[in-house]
């Protein structure tokens, strides 16, 4: 059996495999605190955008718990049919990376690739396999705690119910105004996407964000909600 885990900015998860099939997964705080030895493991595949740090209390944990020393993909400049455009490949987050290998692996066609978690990525990959670079921007949270935190009087409590619609409060306002941007922006990443990609260009979309990203699409999102992205990539970039 197989266990991959995704360390992420906010939280870090993981799934066990059995021959390409998922038998369990879930999301943890801490890695050191899993209790995962009742499994048969054999292999430890890692994608991580955390400290090394954080990369060695894994690394740590799996040697001691499960005599096992894990396997950390890393950005190339190219791997699967993918050619990365940065002139320093191993700059792009690799997160990134693994989400665009398993997007294109699927498609036969460009592709847009969108990761809307702690930070949202968008990047594009053209029929050929060519990375025509993205963009970085901050979350829904992020943008919203900056928003707070950088302004004396804009403050509430109450809770939201998600929506892109004008706010009739502090709180709609400013939750229902971060929806509204970030569908406002993946719509323009799509029209962007059909110039540079082509007509036929699919779009793909994860992270943790990206499931209410898809219901607040109005008429419905041109985007195919993938939450296993990156996950799905380790098997390529470390086959």
Known sequence: MILEFDLGNS?????MLEESRVVDRGV??????????HWPVSRI?????????LEQKLV??????????????RTSASCAGVKNVYAEPHRLG?????????????CDAGVLVVDAGT??????????????????????????QALL????RVLFSEPVVPSTTPGCSTGEAVRHGGYFAAIALLEKAVSQGRTLLGEDARAL???????????????????????????????????
């Open 60 to 73: 740590t944990w799996a040697q001691r718990t499960l005599k096992i020393t894990p396997e950390f993909a």
């Open 205 to 239: 979309i994860t992270g943790g964000d990206a499931e209410l990203l898809q219901s607040l699409f109005a008429g419905g999102s041109h985007f195919d909600w993938q939450p296993d992205l990156v996950f799905d990539g380790l098997s390529i970039a470390l086959p």
């Open 11 to 15: 939280r870090s998860k993981w799934r």
């Open 94 to 106: 690799v997160d990134r990376w693994l989400a665009m290998l398993a997007a294109y692996s699927q």
């Open 119 to 144: 930070a949202m990525t968008i990047d594009y990959v053209d029929r050929g396999g060519q990375h025509l670079g993205g963009y970085i921007l901050p979350g829904l949270r992020l943008s919203e």
């Open 149 to 152: 935190r950088d302004t004396s």
């Open 45 to 53: 595949r890692v994608a991580s955008v955390v400290s090394e740090a």
């Open 28 to 37: 943890t705080d801490d890695v050191s605190s899993l209790a995962l030895d």
